[in-house]
C-alpha cells in the first residue's frame, strides 16, 4: 500500500479513560454514544461530516483571504474551483448539504410531485417531505444484500426508474442520483449508471440532479473498478460524472475536505436567479452564503486536494484496510467496503442477541467499553418504528448496521488496527454478551436521544 500524501504538522492529544471508567460513562449515557462527550473518546469513528482534517494550505487561504459582506475573493476562488472541477458555471454557496437542498426543492419541487433518487439521504427526504413532495428510492435490489461483493452496489435500478418516470413524467419535476451512495454504505455509482441515469431524464425533459457529497470517492472508484477509466485523471472522470447533469447539491463537510460548506449548483439561469434570490433571505448575500468568507477558501483548496488520485487511495484505502481486516477475521461486514465507512451486520455478529433487543447498538456500546471507540448505530434503534405513545417498537427495519465512519486525514492505520482489534476480541465473546432495552424514547429522532438498560 502507498503511504499517504503528507505528513502531520499539527496534533491533538486524545485520552483513553481507563476502563471502568468507560464502563461508567456509557452507562451515564443512558447506554447511547450520542451523549457521550469528545473528551471521553479515544477514537471518534461517529461521522465523517465536518470532520476532516484541514492542511496548511486551507488554514493559509483561510487567514489571506478577505472577509467582506459583498465581493470577497474567496467567492471567487470557490467559483473558479466550481467551474474548473465540475464545470457548473451558475452555483450559491451555503452554509452546509442541507440549506442547498431545501433552496433547490422549495423552487422546483410542488405539493404531490415525486422525486426519485438511487436512495435519499435523510435530509434530502426530510426536506423533499417538508415542500409537500414524495421521495422515492430505485437503488439496485444487490444494495440490500449486505454480504454479496460486487463494485457499484450504489447504482439507480435504470429498469425501474425508466417505468416509473414513464408512467408519472408530468408529476416528476427532477430526477436526483445520489454519489456515492451513502445511505446503503458509501457504496459508489458507476459511470455507465450515471449516464443511463441522465438518458431517461432527457428523454423525458426532466433536469437531473447530483447529490455530489462524495463525488471525489465516487469518481475513484470508478477509475479503479469500471472498464475504460483506468487511464483517466480523477478531473477528467469528475468532469464527466457531471457532464451529465444539470446542477448539484453539495455538503463541503466531506469532499471538500473542510468543517462547515457546501453549495448548489445549476446550468439553468432562469433557476440560478430564483435560487440567488431565496438565498439572501434564508442564507445571506451571494458571495458568501452563510458562511465566513474563510470558509469558501477552505473548500475552494479543499476541492483540488480531494480531487488528487494519491489523496483518494490513502482516503478509501484506509477505508478498505479496515474493512479487510475485519472481513478476514470472519466478522459480518457490508461488503464491499464504502468509500467512506465500514459497516458491521449487528443480526450476524451477534445471533443469539434478538433484534428487538438491539443488536448493533450492543456492539456500539460493546466497543466503547472494549477501547474508547464509537461507531454508530443505524439500525433498530434509528430506523425502527415507534408506537409513540407507549415506545415500544412495532416494526423492525431489515438491516440493524453498526457503522465505523472513517474521517478524513485524521487517523493513521494504527489507529485502524486497534479498532479493528478490539472489534475482534468482542466477537471472540459475543456468545457472553446480553442485549440492551430501550427505556426512554422521545417522539421524533429518537435514535440521539434515546436511553437503554442493560439486559440481565
Ligand atoms: C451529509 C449529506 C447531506 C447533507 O449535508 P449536510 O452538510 O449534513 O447538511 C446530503 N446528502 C448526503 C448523501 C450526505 O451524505
Not at 451515564?28 to 473528551?39: H, Q, R, S
Not at 436567479?273 to 465566513?292: C, D, I, Q
Not at 459497516?343 to 443488536?359: A, L, S, V, W
Request: glycine share 8%; aromatic share 10%.
Amino acid at each position: 500500500m502507498d503511504p499517504e500524501p503528507f505528513k502531520i504538522k499539527m496534533i491533538e492529544k486524545i485520552r483513553l479513560p481507563p476502563k471502568d471508567e468507560r464502563e461508567r460513562l456509557i452507562e451515564e449515557a443512558g447506554f447511547n454514544v450520542f451523549n457521550l462527550k469528545i473528551d471521553d473518546i479515544f477514537i471518534d469513528l461517529l461521522t465523517d461530516s465536518g470532520t476532516a482534517a484541514m492542511s496548511d494550505e486551507q488554514w493559509a487561504a483561510m487567514l489571506t483571504t478577505k472577509q467582506a459582506y459583498a465581493g470577497s475573493n474567496s467567492y471567487y476562488m470557490l467559483e473558479k474551483a466550481v467551474k474548473d472541477i465540475f464545470g457548473f458555471k451558475h452555483f450559491v454557496p451555503v452554509h452546509q448539504g442541507r440549506p442547498g437542498e431545501h433552496i433547490l426543492f422549495t423552487n422546483i419541487v410542488k405539493s404531490g410531485n415525486i422525486v426519485p433518487n438511487n436512495s435519499h439521504f435523510d435530509t434530502t427526504h426530510a426536506n423533499i417531505k417538508f415542500v409537500g413532495g414524495v421521495p422515492k428510492d430505485f437503488v439496485v435490489e444487490d444494495a440490500c444484500n449486505t454480504e454479496k461483493n460486487i463494485p457499484f452496489k450504489g447504482n439507480m435500478d435504470i429498469e425501474k426508474l425508466e417505468n416509473f418516470v414513464s408512467d408519472n413524467r408530468y408529476n416528476i419535476p427532477l430526477i436526483m442520483i445520489t454519489i456515492t451512495n451513502n445511505t446503503v454504505g458509501g457504496q459508489p455509482v458507476s459511470m455507465e449508471n450515471i449516464k443511463k441515469t441522465s438518458e431517461i431524464a432527457k428523454k423525458y425533459f426532466i433536469p437531473l440532479f447530483m447529490d455530489a457529497c462524495r463525488f471525489a470517492e465516487n469518481a475513484y472508484f470508478i477509475k479503479k473498478n469500471e472498464n475504460g477509466y483506468k487511464n483517466k485523471t480523477i478531473r477528467e472522470i469528475v468532469k464527466e460524472m457531471f457532464s451529465y447533469a444539470d446542477g448539484c447539491t453539495f455538503s463541503g463537510k466531506k469532499d471538500a475536505l473542510t468543517n462547515i460548506g457546501g453549495f448548489l449548483a445549476t446550468k439553468d439561469e432562469k433557476l440560478f436567479e430564483k435560487f440567488r434570490n431565496m438565498l439572501v433571505v434564508v442564507e445571506g448575500f451571494p458571495t458568501y452564503g452563510g458562511l465566513a468568507c474563510r470558509e469558501l477558501a477552505a473548500m475552494a483548496v479543499g476541492l483540488h486536494e480531494s480531487t488528487e488520485e494519491s489523496y483518494l487511495k490513502a482516503r478509501c484505502g484506509q477505508v478498505e484496510y479496515l474493512w479487510k481486516r475485519l472481513h478476514d477475521a470472519g466478522i459480518p461486514t457490508v461488503n464491499p467496503a464504502g468509500g467512506h465507512a465500514v459497516f458491521i451486520d449487528g443480526k450476524r455478529f451477534f445471533p443469539n442477541i434478538p433484534q428487538e433487543q438491539f443488536p448493533a447498538q450492543t456492539l456500539a456500546v460493546e466497543i466503547y467499553i472494549e477501547s474508547g471507540v464509537r461507531g454508530v448505530e443505524l439500525g433498530t434503534s434509528c430506523f425502527g418504528e415507534t408506537n409513540p405513545e407507549t415506545g415500544e417498537l412495532v416494526k423492525l427495519p431489515e438491516l440493524d448496521l453498526l457503522r465505523l465512519t472513517i474521517p478524513r486525514r485524521v487517523y493513521t492505520n494504527n489507529h485502524m488496527d486497534y479498532v479493528a482489534e478490539s472489534v475482534i476480541k468482542i466477537f471472540n465473546r459475543r456468545d457472553e454478551i446480553k442485549g440492551l432495552k430501550r427505556v426512554y424514547v422521545p417522539p421524533l429522532l429518537g435514535h440521539f436521544l434515546a436511553k437503554f438498560e442493560r439486559i440481565k
